[in-house]
């Protein structure tokens, strides 16, 4: 089959799900990582064939694709702020949105420091973050087996100086004071100081009622439990992380969440109410208030 003649057969097959660039975009992905070529080598070699022994994989990628799967579960992969991370449907797509999360925390950030991420998932920012900060500990805190899985298993290149992250399970929802036995139960050797530097945490955030306006890909196949929180109380994640970063963030440590843009004011008035100073809401790349900071 020539390549130019599947391109434009997959490009009309998606163009149900997806806007004619972004389709166009996919395609481009896919055939980039499954055959190596290039998003214009079949413009500029019009004859050329795709190999008959990569032929199966990539229309049953495609079928995965038309079927309304996410192009990262189909492929196994993200990137994340220029690392490629392993995805499954047992976590969320790294979003651009965290990535600036994660700037946000790195320019607070030194050296030799202790960084908490609740509701860690793929384990995007605590990787992240263990590689921006050397000779640091980073813990990534998730109530999911599965993600924690995911999180574990990342083949992330650690720069020289820099430390693995640990994950453990833990249920940020659940009684605070549990955290320092789930902490000292999975990792016997960390020091009777429980405290961190950064508390930051991705939760969350969607309220059920704004199912109607996500894209099917996303509700069909990314975990419900990792995006959803109940329209009758939207703000919980919110407030047991305020109550975790009220006994684990050291004097002076700086804490960040990512929030959905309707519940910026109240967000921070949860941090603002537990005692935290220096409470900002800052936006993201779309102008959008997607984050609140705060420091103890």
């Given at each position: 089959?020539?390549?130019?003649?599947?391109?434009?057969?997959?490009?009309?097959?998606?163009?149900?799900?997806?806007?004619?660039?972004?389709?166009?975009?996919?395609?481009?992905?896919?055939?980039?990582?499954?055959?190596?070529?290039?998003?214009?080598?079949?413009?500029?070699?019009?004859?050329?064939?795709?190999?008959?022994?990569?032929?199966?994989?990539?229309?049953?990628?495609?079928?995965?694709?038309?079927?309304?799967?996410?192009?990262?579960?189909?492929?196994?992969?993200?990137?994340?702020?220029?690392?490629?991370?392993?995805?499954?449907?047992?976590?969320?797509?790294?979003?651009?949105?965290?990535?600036?999360?994660?700037?946000?925390?790195?320019?607070?950030?030194?050296?030799?420091?202790?960084?908490?991420?609740?509701?860690?998932?793929?384990?995007?920012?605590?990787?992240?973050?263990?590689?921006?900060?050397?000779?640091?500990?980073?813990?990534?805190?998730?109530?999911?087996?599965?993600?924690?899985?995911?999180?574990?298993?990342?083949?992330?290149?650690?720069?020289?100086?820099?430390?693995r992250p640990e994950f453990i399970r833990?249920d940020v929802l659940s009684d605070p004071?549990?955290?320092?036995?789930?902490?000292?139960?999975?990792?016997?050797?960390?020091?009777?100081?429980?405290?961190?530097?950064?508390?930051?945490?991705?939760?969350?955030?969607?309220?059920?009622?704004?199912?109607?306006?996500?894209?099917?890909?996303?509700?069909?196949?990314?975990?419900?439990?990792?995006?959803?929180?109940?329209?009758?109380?939207?703000?919980?994640?919110?407030?047991?992380?305020?109550?975790?970063?009220?006994?684990?963030?050291?004097?002076?440590?700086?804490?960040?969440?990512?929030?959905?843009?309707?519940?910026?004011?109240?967000?921070?008035?949860?941090?603002?109410?537990?005692?935290?100073?220096?409470?900002?809401?800052?936006?993201?790349?779309?102008?959008?208030?997607?984050?609140?900071?705060?420091?103890?």
């Amino acid at each position: 089959m020539l390549l130019r003649a599947f391109i434009s057969s997959a490009r009309k097959s998606l163009s149900v799900l997806y806007p004619e660039e972004e389709s166009k975009a996919i395609v481009s992905r896919l055939c980039e990582d499954l055959l190596g070529v290039t998003a214009y080598a079949h413009i500029l070699d019009p004859a050329i064939e795709v190999p008959g022994e990569s032929l199966p994989g990539l229309q049953s990628a495609l079928e995965r694709l038309a079927g309304g799967e996410p192009l990262q579960y189909v492929l196994g992969y993200s990137y994340f702020s220029g690392r490629k991370f392993l995805v499954t449907p047992d976590v969320l797509i790294p979003r651009p949105e965290t990535e600036q999360l994660c700037d946000i925390v790195i320019r607070q950030g030194k050296a030799g420091m202790k960084v908490l991420d609740l509701c860690t998932g793929s384990g995007c920012i605590a990787w992240t973050l263990a590689c921006a900060f050397p000779c640091s500990g980073v813990l990534g805190l998730d109530v999911s087996y599965e993600a924690l899985a995911v999180a574990a298993s990342q083949e992330i290149s650690i720069p020289e100086n820099c430390i693995r992250p640990e994950f453990i399970r833990y249920d940020v929802l659940s009684d605070p004071s549990g955290l320092d036995r789930a902490i000292q139960d999975a990792m016997p050797s960390a020091s009777d100081d429980l405290r961190f530097d950064i508390v930051v945490s991705n939760p969350p955030y969607i309220r059920e009622s704004e199912k109607p306006l996500m894209h099917k890909n996303v509700l069909d196949h990314e975990p419900g439990l990792a995006l959803f929180v109940p329209d009758s109380d939207p703000l919980v994640f919110y407030r047991a992380i305020a109550a975790i970063a009220e006994t684990r963030l050291r004097p002076g440590g700086f804490g960040a969440v990512e929030i959905n843009e309707a519940f910026g004011p109240p967000v921070a008035g949860i941090f603002s109410d537990a005692g935290f100073r220096d409470v900002c809401m800052l936006e993201d790349f779309r102008s959008k208030i997607r984050f609140v900071t705060f420091r103890k």
